[in-house]
């Protein structure tokens, strides 16, 4: 196969992923999951305790000022709990960290039961917020603004107070929890 016939046949293949209004969910879904992406748990506190979901949709935006973007479901109880909170902290994972990534992801479990599903998991306070003790990274953020992203919200957290360590990060990458080479 010439590299003209791969390019014309990889063409065509992604072609039949879109709709007549842009690609499906599922197409898209699977586009972006080739995309390596880091691993994060999002935590808040609540007056039932401590709250968090796991989030790959997490980014630094700015340096000056320090802002930090999340993407969460518009329907994410954890989003309800940051927005009253008005602060979070986002946990950077490890490798070895994918029992407390799935913890954190499972649907139909409250924000809060995360904490105790794994079968507990250790956490300190940092700045007022539960920080997971396994974290290669913390950043402390206070809700900025808000804005609609489809069935997401984007919220901008100004960065507070951030701490580091070294290690590896857990990346998700296919639909499967991956280590650096």
Do not use: K
Not at 47 to 59: F, K, L, M
Not at 92 to 109: E, K, Q
Request: proline content about 8%.
């Amino acid at each position: 196969m010439t590299a003209s016939t791969a390019s014309a046949a990889q063409q065509t293949r992604l072609a039949r992923s879109d709709g007549p209004h842009g690609p499906h969910g599922s197409a898209l879904r699977a586009a972006f999951a080739q995309l390596p992406t880091g691993v994060t748990v999002v935590t808040t506190t609540t007056a039932a305790g401590p709250a968090g979901a796991t989030a790959s949709a997490v980014c630094s935006l700015s340096l000056e000022p320090p802002l930090v973007l999340l993407g969460i479901g518009a329907r994410s109880q954890t989003l309800e709990r940051i927005l009253d909170s008005g602060r979070f902290l986002v946990n950077v994972l490890p490798v070895g960290a994918s029992a407390t990534a799935s913890a954190f992801a499972a649907p139909g479990t409250s924000p809060e039961a995360r904490f105790t599903s794994v079968p507990s998991v250790p956490h300190h306070p940092y700045e007022g917020l539960p920080a997971l003790d396994e974290a290669l990274a913390w950043v402390a953020c206070s809700v900025h603004r808000t804005y609609p992203g489809g069935d997401h919200v984007i919220v901008i957290g100004h960065v507070d107070h951030c701490r580091h360590g070294e290690g590896q990060p857990l990346v998700r990458h296919a639909g499967r929890y991956r280590r650096l080479a």
